[in-house]
């Protein structure tokens, strides 16, 4: 049995912790003031959509395709990337909260995180390749054999990366952000 295809449609203002989205493809849909939390997301496709000022915390995505898809304002507390489909896995982030969430081996070259609170946020082996930090806050984060190549840290804050772990030609910090680059070292700058 084929899933359902839903295209070009607005939902807003929809508690799905009460009543379960419905197992489709979402094509060009926006989804605006939801709730989402402890939804599941499973096997569900999510092609150009857009999130915007959804509480989205604890979503269970198993097998999720996100293609093309973008957050704004958005709370998604704890979501696990690493177990989505990564088949044309595609994500903007802009002003949303991604604490504790896990993008553990996940290809995320090029993507965007616009004013986004990453505290302790797990980049494990991750491809990372061109990504945007800015104005990002990343407390606690975890960048461990990483992909940083031409990456853009100029903006963000809080960040511990190890050069002698991590891939970082190319990838561009600012002077302010130094001591997250040499922290391992233990030394001191003033």
């Known amino acids: ?5 839903i ?34 997301f499973s096997n569900i496709k999510f092609i150009d959509c857009s999130f915007e000022s959804c509480n989205m915390s604890l979503v269970v995505m198993h097998r999720a395709a996100f293609r093309g898809v973008s957050f704004k ?4 507390l704890g979501w696990h990337f690493d177990h989505c489909n990564q088949l044309g896995l ?6 949303c909260i991604l604490n ?31 990504a945007q ?7 606690g984060s975890i960048f461990d054999q990483a992909i940083l190549e031409r990456a853009d840290f100029r903006n963000a ?3 511990v990366i190890n050069p ?10 600012s002077l302010s952000g130094l001591p997250g680059l040499v922290q391992q070292f233990k030394i001191f700058i003033e």
Not at 26 to 34: A, G, M, P
Not at 73 to 76: A, H, I, L, P, R
Not at 100 to 125: A, M
């Open 90 to 95: 595609k994500l903007k982030f802009e002003n």
């Open 164 to 173: 002698e772990i991590n891939k970082i030609k190319g990838a561009k910090f």
């Open 100 to 130: 504790h969430s896990s993008f553990f081996r996940t290809k995320l070259t090029k993507i965007e995180f616009l004013n986004c609170h990453l505290i302790e946020v797990d980049f494990t082996e991750c491809d990372l390749s061109e």
């Open 1 to 5: 049995m084929k899933e359902p295809f």
């Open 157 to 159: 804050r809080n960040y």
């Open 7 to 40: 295209q070009d449609n607005k939902f807003e203002k929809v508690d799905y912790s009460l009543s379960p989205l419905t197992p489709a493809e979402y094509d060009t849909c926006r989804f605006k003031n939801c709730n989402f939390s402890n939804a599941d």
């Open 133 to 139: 930090f800015s104005n990002s806050d990343l407390s």
């Open 73 to 76: 304002d958005c709370k998604m």
